[in-house]
């Protein structure tokens, strides 16, 4: 069976309620994963998200800030979440899809939101940072602790991290700027290494092609400009790697009505 896995930072749910409609409509994922969905769970507007067609849908969310959602075609036979670094933030929920998923049947799903970790590179002096590194470093732990690829897993979200030289549109003029540090890209990739996580992005897209998922708000023209970099990511497990059939970024979504700064991210996978 084919199945497509999308991962989209929504920035607001509930305001860009109609653009998840129409990506929804237009790209028809299996699964869309969501981050910073910035409400509580009771103010999730659950109806609307299964009338698109996406009957099976969790949620962890607070008011305002952060939250990860996981919509659905298929049911669920177990959920979790992590509360990460000791707070209970809203940046992690997984999934395991039941026997109704047929082929796909077993296979978790990790939804990430890691911390953006303010504009100061020092931990020293900036506590956001500080929070940051903290996080990958609990990534780090648990995936050394839990083994999450040992079975069939996706991690996916945004990680806030573009960590290879070419996911920024400049290398040398970023490697001051959170997201893009040395510090940074290598707790991400030694993190996702030592999982043994696959990149899906760079199986089929390897470098020297630039690829972004993210485009500052700040910049008035964002298309021309094309200053951007890739902070939304999909992982495999190590076992997965021969399922992968296509990977891509939905950019036009950043040019709709009111966009999120981010654009969605999209695997398809043979199982």
């Given at each position: 069976?084919?199945?497509?896995?999308?991962?989209?930072?929504?920035?607001?749910?509930?305001l860009?309620?109609?653009?998840?409609?129409?990506?929804?409509?237009?790209?028809?994922?299996?699964?869309?994963?969501?981050?910073?969905?910035?409400?509580?769970?009771?103010?999730?507007?659950?109806?609307?998200?299964?009338?698109?067609?996406?009957?099976?849908?969790?949620?962890?969310?607070?008011?305002?800030?952060?939250g990860?959602?996981?919509?659905?075609?298929?049911?669920?036979?177990?959920?979790?979440?992590?509360?990460?670094?000791?707070?209970?933030?809203?940046?992690?929920?997984?999934?395991?899809?039941?026997?109704?998923?047929?082929?796909?049947?077993?296979?978790?799903?990790?939804?990430?939101?890691?911390?953006?970790?303010?504009?100061?590179?020092?931990?020293?002096?900036?506590e956001?940072?500080?929070?940051?590194?903290?996080?990958?470093?609990?990534?780090?732990?648990?995936?050394?602790?839990?083994?999450?690829?040992?079975?069939?897993?996706?991690?996916?979200?945004?990680l806030?991290?573009?960590?290879?030289?070419?996911?920024?549109?400049?290398?040398?003029?970023?490697?001051?700027?959170?997201?893009?540090?040395?510090?940074?890209?290598?707790?991400?990739?030694?993190?996702?290494?030592?999982?043994e996580?696959?990149?899906?992005?760079?199986?089929?897209?390897?470098?020297?092609?630039?690829?972004?998922?993210?485009?500052?708000y700040?910049?008035?023209?964002?298309?021309?400009?094309?200053?951007?970099?890739?902070?939304?990511?999909?992982?495999?497990?190590?076992?997965?790697?021969?399922?992968?059939?296509?990977?891509?970024?939905?950019?036009?979504?950043?040019?709709?009505?009111?966009?999120?700064?981010?654009?969605?991210?999209?695997?398809?996978?043979?199982?």
């Open positions: 069976m084919q199945l497509t896995v999308s991962t989209w930072n929504i920035n607001s749910v509930r860009r309620l109609d653009q998840v409609g129409r990506f929804l409509k237009e790209r028809r994922p299996d699964i869309l994963c969501l981050q910073e969905t910035k409400c509580p769970n009771d103010k999730l507007p659950l109806k609307d998200l299964q009338a698109f067609g996406y009957p099976f849908v969790v949620h962890m969310g607070q008011k305002g800030y952060n990860v959602a996981i919509l659905s075609r298929y049911p669920f036979s177990e959920t979790s979440v992590m509360e990460m670094c000791g707070r209970q933030d809203a940046r992690h929920i997984t999934v395991t899809l039941s026997r109704e998923a047929k082929g796909a049947a077993g296979l978790t799903i990790h939804n990430f939101y890691v911390p953006a970790g303010g504009d100061i590179p020092d931990p020293e002096l900036n956001k940072f500080r929070h940051k590194l903290d996080f990958m470093a609990e990534m780090r732990s648990w995936g050394s602790r839990a083994k999450p690829t040992a079975g069939p897993a996706i991690l996916v979200g945004d806030n991290v573009a960590p290879l030289e070419h996911d920024v549109w400049s290398h040398k003029q970023l490697l001051d700027v959170v997201s893009h540090t040395p510090v940074e890209t290598q707790a991400l990739e030694e993190l996702r290494q030592e999982a996580w696959i990149d899906a992005m760079r199986v089929l897209r390897p470098e020297p092609e630039k690829i972004y998922s993210w485009w500052s700040r910049s008035p023209d964002w298309a021309a400009a094309d200053k951007g970099r890739r902070l939304d990511h999909i992982w495999l497990s190590k076992g997965m790697k021969d399922t992968l059939r296509s990977i891509d970024v939905t950019r036009d979504a950043r040019g709709w009505e009111r966009p999120s700064d981010h654009a969605p991210v999209t695997a398809v996978l043979e199982l």
